[in-house]
């Protein structure tokens, strides 16, 4: 069952959801400034500055806009076998070239994009209890890779996932450096939001 505090969550975020959605209409200013508040109270970057930023805090909305009694029923299905195809890969690649021409000669998309060509970057989708160290599709030593094999991890709902994953600092709020959360299990960088249609945590090391 929803606890109370979870049904004030939904309801917060509901509400910032549909002033992130607003129109352009200067009569929206005091709405927007209440969900800038709202959103910075659940540790969340309210800027418009960033693409990648803007699709996070759409992403999270939209999972705690969607979130039911059953949440936590969630089981695997066989849908989660495309983070794990190299056409995903391809899309993947292709998004975060087009978010690094936005983000201009540096940023959290170049990051990613480079951690891809190293092979150090890596995608969870708790919903489908899937995990995967992404490639780079234009490698020719990754010509004839049509998937890889996926390493199995707990299935959770986004709440959990991130609450469990994103660290947070003493004022409640999640920790960002350099422009990404803090992956706390293992110190590396964060970012979750939409790739494609769909929702996805990726993360990539720290900088030495």
């Known amino acids: ?27 929206q200013d005091t709405q927007n400034l209440s969900a800038a508040s709202i959103l910075s109270s659940y540790g ?18 939209n999972t705690l806009s969607s979130q039911s009694d059953t949440s936590d029923e969630t089981e695997a299905t066989g849908n989660g076998a495309a983070v794990t195809s190299a056409s995903f890969m391809s899309m993947l690649k292709q998004q975060l070239q087009d978010a690094a021409a936005a983000e201009g000669e540096s940023g959290k998309a170049h990051d990613m994009l480079a951690a891809l060509e190293a092979g150090t970057l890596t995608i969870s989708d708790p919903t489908q209890g899937v995990s995967v160290a992404a490639w780079d599709v234009d490698d020719p030593d990754e010509a004839d890779t049509e998937s890889k ?8 709902g986004w709440s959990d996932f991130l609450d469990a994953h994103l660290e947070r600092g003493s004022d409640g709020t999640f920790v960002k450096e350099n422009g990404s959360y803090v992956d706390q299990t293992n110190d590396s ?14 993360s990539w090391p720290q900088a030495a």
Do not use: H, P
């Open 1 to 27: 069952m929803v606890s109370a505090l979870d049904s004030t969550r939904l309801i917060s975020a509901q509400y910032a959801l549909k002033n992130l959605r607003s129109s352009d209409d200067s009569s």
């Open 44 to 61: 969340l970057d309210s800027s418009s500055a960033s693409l990648l930023s803007n699709n996070a805090l759409s992403g999270l909305l």
């Open 149 to 156: 094999t996926g390493m199995d991890i707990d299935v959770s």
């Open 189 to 202: 960088n964060a970012y979750f939001g939409l790739i494609g249609s769909d929702y996805y945590y990726l």
